[in-house]
């Protein structure tokens, strides 16, 4: 195992340069004169040039890449042309919110999910199996900023039960901090429960008449026992799978969700960059973003091979 996570952690560093570039030619992506658009309408060309020089983009591409480079391997993304604040302090100032956003949208969507998958095999062709599979149906095709409305309309202007907007840090109240989340984390993760619930019921149906399975039945073991000890683990890969590539979706739905209930994370944060052609902060946050995702799939490769040796076995 620990070879095999070697091997995975020595793919990143190719994977982590071009990602790099990627993100760095985002700069060179932008229309127009970044510097003169700094400058002003009114800048003079010695004032344009001034800028350019502050902003090293009088050097190659080469350079400004190295350099550029050089200041993300020590943690620094450089300064926000709007706020002339670092872009580190930036970021790490709204990360919680968004991390917290996800993990609720992860929680919701792993619990929910197992557990209506499982519901729903063990009751397969009947109409309990038939009602959520129609669920899980309407909440892959439902816009996550669509049913965002919808829940503050419903759980929030009508019934009062959750606030619809705002944010509260975990240090001010477990509670409090999770009233805030529960509508925009169901909002966000509802595509989540619905795919996790469909992966989990076929993974669920492909191993519970299995003769391994039927034999644990019929020495009198309990079907929790069951569950829990042999369907548990083979359904487990699937999960992983979805959870894999369904948090790269939940990354990017924190842009909107975040927008809708007025919680000031990464997403709000990446909106108000773009508007403000502000590129080291756009640059930071996608480079940041793009990484957090390319782990998030390490993670779960380095799951599959705890849980299935034939794995490892193939990168020995």
């Known amino acids: 195992m620990l070879w095999y996570t070697c091997k995975r952690l020595l793919m990143l560093v190719p994977v982590a340069i071009l990602v790099s570039i990627a993100t760095f030619a985002l700069l060179l992506a932008v229309p127009g004169d970044p510097a003169a658009e700094i400058a002003g309408p009114n800048a003079t060309e010695a004032q344009i040039a001034l800028v350019r020089e ?15 480079l050089g200041g993300v391997v020590q943690g620094d993304f450089g300064t926000s042309l709007s706020s002339v604040r670092p872009v580190t302090e930036m970021v790490v100032e709204r990360l919680p919110v968004t991390l917290s956003l996800a993990f609720v949208a992860l929680l919701l969507g792993t619990v ?23 669920f899980a149906s309407l909440g892959i095709a439902t816009p996550n900023y669509w049913l965002g409305l919808l829940l503050i309309l419903a759980f929030s202007l009508t ?13 001010e109240g477990v ?16 595509a989540f429960v619905a795919e996790t619930t469909r992966q989990v019921r076929s993974a669920v149906l492909e191993v519970k008449d299995l003769p391994y399975i039927t034999t644990a039945k019929a020495q009198g073991m309990l079907p929790r026992a069951v569950i829990g000890k ?46 403000g052609r502000d590129m080291p902060v756009v640059q930071g946050v996608m480079f940041g973003a793009v990484m957090v995702a390319v782990l998030m799939n390490l993670l779960v490769d380095l799951s599959y091979a705890a849980l299935n040796p034939k794995v490892r076995t193939q990168w020995s």
């Open 112 to 134: 929910f999910g197992v557990l209506l998958g499982t519901i729903a095999a063990f009751h397969k062709g009947r109409l309990l199996d038939r009602f959520l599979t129609i």
């Open 230 to 275: 042999y369907i548990a683990k083979n359904a487990a890969v699937p999960v992983l799978t979805v959870i894999g590539l369904q948090f790269t979706r939940i990354l990017s739905g924190t842009v909107l969700i975040e927008q809708i209930f007025g919680l000031p994370g990464i997403g709000t944060l990446m909106i108000s960059a773009v508007l």
């Open 159 to 171: 019934l009062g039960w959750f606030p619809s907007a705002q944010y509260v840090p975990i240090e």
């Open 54 to 68: 502050r902003l090293g983009l009088d050097q190659s591409i080469l350079q400004q890449y190295l350099s550029w």
């Open 175 to 190: 509670m409090e901090w999770g009233r805030h989340l529960v509508l925009p984390g169901l909002a966000l993760g509802a």
